[in-house]
């Protein structure tokens, strides 16, 4: 289940287009359309997140949509993709990674637009503070996801922050 109601897939020519959140609804994934051949593992992966807290795997990149996206946040979600659960990092780090570190606002532009929330983990994108920072859902939603995945607040920020910041290789 969703920690905060309903999601919403919308899936074409066996591609994952969009996740929309939808708070305050009832805690299913319903599916209202014969799904396209190879959408089973799009809908698996996401069941297996929800169930088990796992991450998504690399195939699951390969089903999503992202022709649509510019060059900018193509890298932007790569990266932040690779953040496991129970895992974050900030926006300053995304934007040190594209070789930009003044982009940091413009990270937080690109991640507030992520049209696959969930899959892309946005909510693990945090404040070099750790502060929780915003999120397209509302922030309560963006701890409620991060606390299901373990991490643990103190008042609006992280506690002991520095334990939670994943360490790419």
């Known amino acids: 289940t969703a920690p905060f109601g309903e999601i919403e897939l919308f899936v ?7 996740i929309q959140l939808l708070p305050k609804k009832a805690k299913t994934i319903q599916i209202n359309k014969p799904l396209a051949k190879d959408s089973h593992k799009v809908f698996f992966e996401i069941f297996k997140f929800f169930d088990k807290q796992k991450m998504f795997s690399k195939k699951i990149w390969e ?23 129970g895992k974050t990092q900030s926006y300053l780090w995304v934007a040190k990674q594209m070789g930009n570190p003044k982009a940091v606002r413009a990270v937080a532009s690109a991640l ?16 070099s503070s750790g502060k929780i920072g915003g999120f397209v859902y509302g922030s309560k939603n963006k701890k409620k996801l991060l606390q299901k995945e373990g991490i643990q607040f103190d ?6 922050f520095s334990k939670v910041l994943y360490k790419f290789k």
């Open 112 to 127: 507030r637009r992520n049209p696959l929330p969930l899959i892309i983990p946005c909510h693990r994108v945090v404040s």
């Open 63 to 85: 089903s999503l949509e992202i022709q649509k996206l510019s060059a900018f946040q193509k890298k932007v979600y790569e990266a932040t993709f690779l953040i496991p659960p």
């Open 155 to 160: 008042g609006d920020k992280i506690y002991e």
């Open 12 to 18: 074409q020519n066996e591609k994952l287009l969009k």
